[in-house]
């Protein structure tokens, strides 16, 4: 599976932001869906993420009301809405996919097998 993410750039406090991250290789259908993120000089933490039957969703209490993380297995695509961005925000975002990764695992990055590269989100007046 290789994935590509997509959808970063420059946006100001409180604006709006979709990444894609798509996969490519096989269906990601089956398999759990995460993001994370690595702002400078510290280390990758876990965003969101979504289940393998697509069934639930799992988020950082530093995003949870303002992230949103969903699946369209017919494009082969998981997203990342993110709304009311605030500077702590920006960081480099990657997606993973996870083949065998159980609820106890969405959160950590040791339940994926398959890393995208990162998409830069900066949040800055």
């Known amino acids: 599976v290789q994935l590509q993410a997509s959808g970063g750039g420059l946006v100001q406090p409180g604006g709006s932001l979709r990444l894609s991250c798509a996969a490519s290789g096989r269906t990601f259908s089956g398999y759990a869906m995460g993001w994370f993120r690595q702002a400078p000089g510290k280390e990758r933490e876990f965003v969101a993420a979504?289940?393998?039957?697509?069934?639930?969703?799992v988020y950082a209490d530093s995003v949870k009301g303002r992230f949103t993380i969903s699946l369209d297995n017919a494009k082969n695509t998981v997203y990342l809405q993110m709304n009311s961005l605030k500077p702590e925000d920006t960081a480099a975002y990657y997606c993973?996919?996870?083949?065998?990764?159980?609820?106890?695992?969405?959160?950590?990055?040791?339940?994926?097998?398959?890393w995208g590269q990162g998409t830069l989100v900066t949040v800055s007046s």
């Open positions: 979504i289940s393998r039957s697509g069934g639930s969703t």
């Open positions: 993973a996919a996870g083949r065998r990764t159980i609820a106890s695992m969405l959160g950590k990055r040791a339940g994926y097998d398959y």
